[in-house]
């Protein structure tokens, strides 16, 4: 195994122990029993890598390698018994949450690059990757999507999913630069979160409010 692919492995297995430990905090927060909490850290860490290896048609890898199962079953297992020691659980999640969005983006956009993917392509995979697994976790916990609200989110995968297209092209895609890549994705959605920053939402004034009123009729 060269040096390069056992990188891209551990950046993933890492990627799914920080989403499943994200969606096992989320589901410790709803107080769901052992099985919920395992599910939905299950469902957040392999969830986006199913969704990017189906749109490069490939087999889903969580599907044949058990080492991404067992890494998301140890990280869902060891958050459910100790989570009473993770301090403010809600800034726990965020920050577990930005972490596994960073480290999905590169990984998702490296694989999709290396599948032959065009930049736009891959960009657009990477991000999915990136995002897949939180889309998932909120819908199973009854949240609205992170990435359906103001947050900037998605946005934050996808300026990490162009550096690694970017770089790659340059032929300056080195582990270094990739961990670079990823470090933009966190700083950028921790920041979003610390400064309130978000995307523009319509804003419903009493036009608005009638047209909605004569749709409803």
């Known amino acids: 195994m060269s040096s390069s692919t056992t ?31 395992v599910f939905v850290g299950f ?16 087999p889903p890898v969580a599907f044949w390698d058990w080492r991404y199962g067992a890494t998301a079953a140890v990280a869902s297992f060891a958050v459910f018994w100790w989570h009473a020691r993770l301090s403010r659980i809600r800034r726990t999640i965020l920050l577990l949450d930005a972490a596994g969005l960073a480290l999905f983006t590169v990984t998702g ?3 999709a690059l290396e599948a032959g993917v065009p930049a736009m392509g891959s960009c657009l995979i990477g991000m999915l990757t990136g995002i897949g697994g939180g889309l998932a976790r909120d819908l199973l916990i009854g949240e609205i999507p992170v990435v359906l609200r103001r947050e900037i989110y998605a946005l934050a995968s996808l300026i990490g999913a162009i550096m690694v297209v970017l ?14 890549a990823g470090v933009v994705v966190l700083v950028v959605r921790l920041t979003a979160l610390y400064r309130r920053w978000s995307a523009p939402r319509p804003k419903f004034g009493d036009a608005a409010g009638a047209g909605s009123e004569f749709i409803g009729r």
Do not use: P, Q, Y
């Open 7 to 37: 990188a891209l492995l551990v950046g993933d297995l890492t990627g799914v122990a920080v989403f499943a430990a994200s969606g096992a905090s989320a589901g410790v927060a709803k107080r769901l029993d052992l099985f919920g909490v």
């Open 43 to 58: 469902v957040a860490a392999l969830g986006g890598g199913i969704v990017r290896d189906l749109v490069i048609d490939r």
């Open 109 to 111: 956009t490296i694989k």
């Open 167 to 180: 770089l790659t092209r340059l032929d300056k895609a080195t582990v270094l630069n990739m961990v670079a």
